[in-house]
């Protein structure tokens, strides 16, 4: 019988150097799209796939992303009093319950694969999922963000899944590409997988996002995995060697993701959620029009 997907971690630990100076004294993961922190986003994704117990890996000068996810009784009063009953009823629901919140130190940089290890004895003996907290997603046509649809594909297969994505075959070498195996559509069997291979010769154009969920025998391997790329132990080699003992599936996320830790994607996330919202959007397109960048139509 398959135990349930309870926990994810989440690696926080990044300096955010591409958004400097913005991030000299605030977390990228605080940088807000729209009026949520790009990583409350991403929490809400988790929710929204029943993860009941968030582990975050932090670093150094990170304490504003325990206190965001922590009671703030001055602030709370202070809504309460002033009778803003909205305001704090929206803020409380995005409260974790006491006890759903881990904090543990990386404290060193390296690498992805090394951050996901420090979970270890807070994840134990539990497959567990694990959200970059750069990537920001919406629902597609199927429902559900990425890791609703990953948790459904979970629930199908077992093992280990991961969300793909199609990029331009010319783009592979810049990322994690999966091969293809048995393919079942919205899902399929990944038979193979190689960090960011040589032009013209990736096995598809299938790049691995940000969603993962992970048996914990990966833990075992990223202990002892030497390091990869950049000196730093990549959790994709250690995803190769899993996958020598344990099946991978892939899903094709039907929605779409924004990289927030680009200064692009993290533009089109804003502009993306702004005009998902009746409060914003009529403005917004009125901005937009008046650069020149919405019909007259729209």
């Known amino acids: 019988m398959k135990k349930p997907i309870r926990k994810a971690v989440l690696p926080v630990a990044g300096l955010g150097t591409r958004f400097l100076p913005a991030t000299k004294a605030i977390p990228k993961e605080m940088l807000t799209v729209v009026d949520r922190p790009i990583l409350q986003h991403v929490v809400d994704e988790a929710r929204e796939a029943g993860i009941e117990h968030f582990i975050f890996v932090t670093g150094r000068n990170k304490g504003v992303i325990e206190d965001h996810f922590d009671s703030s009784y001055e602030l709370e009063d202070t809504l309460k009093r002033r009778g803003k009953a909205v305001e ?10 006491p006890g759903a919140t881990s904090f543990t130190r990386q404290q060193a940089p390296l ?37 609703v649809q990953c948790v459904e594909a979970y629930d199908q297969h077992g093992g280990n899944v991961m969300a793909v994505e199609e990029v331009p075959p010319q783009e592979t070498h810049q990322y994690g590409i999966v091969a293809v195996g048995r393919d079942d559509g919205h899902t399929f069997e990944i038979t193979g997988m190689v960090e960011k291979p040589k032009p013209g010769s990736a096995p598809s154009n ?32 250690g995803m190769i060697q899993l996958a020598r003992t344990q099946s991978f599936h892939g899903v094709r996320f039907d929605g779409r993701t924004y990289d927030c830790g680009s200064r692009l994607g993290f533009l089109s996330a804003n502009i993306a959620f702004a005009l998902d919202r009746s409060d914003l959007a009529p403005g917004l397109k009125e901005a ?3 650069f020149g960048f919405v019909s007259k139509g729209v």
């Open 88 to 97: 704090y009823a929206a803020l409380m629901a995005d409260l974790p319950a």
């Open 111 to 147: 690498g992805l694969g090394h951050a996901v290890w420090c979970a270890r004895e807070i994840v134990g003996d539990e497959p567990f999922a694990v959200l970059l907290p750069d990537m920001v997603t919406k629902s597609g046509p199927r429902g559900g963000r990425c890791l």
């Open 206 to 237: 299938l790049i691995i996002t940000g969603r993962y969920i992970l048996q914990p025998e990966i833990f075992q391997i990223l202990e002892l995995v030497e390091k990869g790329a950049g000196g730093e132990v990549q959790l994709t080699d």
């Open 288 to 290: 937009l029009r008046s």
